[in-house]
């Protein structure tokens, strides 16, 4: 699996942004995509994830300022971001979970993508 992120910017405080994951590759096993963050200094942190069957969750932080969703074929993933805030600022990198199943356990492996900057200034 393979992961293209883009559409990070730099945007005025309550401004908006919307960022595109392409994925590429098999995607069979793949049970859910998901969004996550990192600022300068701080670790990589949790923002959205939309599972194979569509459920969704966020962050607290996000909740009701973030959208995530995707294309029917699941090779789009985006995250509409609106009423940006400066703590939002991060490299966002979109990331891929797959789930297989052998011997009476399942294994998970997880893809990256390079990540894409946001920059919100007030």
């Known amino acids: 699996v393979q992961l293209q992120a883009s559409g990070g910017g730099s945007v005025r405080v309550g401004g908006s942004l919307k960022l595109s994951c392409a994925v590429s590759?098999?995607?069979?096993?793949?049970?859910?995509m998901a969004w996550y963050r990192q600022a300068p200094g701080n670790e990589r942190e949790f923002v959205a994830r939309i599972t194979k069957g569509g459920n969704i969750d966020y962050a607290d932080s996000v909740k009701g300022r973030f959208t995530i969703s995707r294309t029917g074929d699941e090779r789009t993933v985006f995250l509409q971001m609106n009423n940006l805030r400066p703590e939002d600022t991060a490299t966002y990198y979109c990331?891929?979970?797959?789930?297989?199943?052998?011997?009476?356990?399942?294994?998970?492996?997880?893809?990256w993508g390079q990540g894409t900057l946001v920059t919100v200034s007030s």
């Open positions: 990331n891929a979970r797959d789930q297989t199943y052998y011997a009476q356990s399942y294994y998970h492996e997880h893809y």
């Open positions: 590759g098999n995607i069979v096993a793949v049970n859910y």
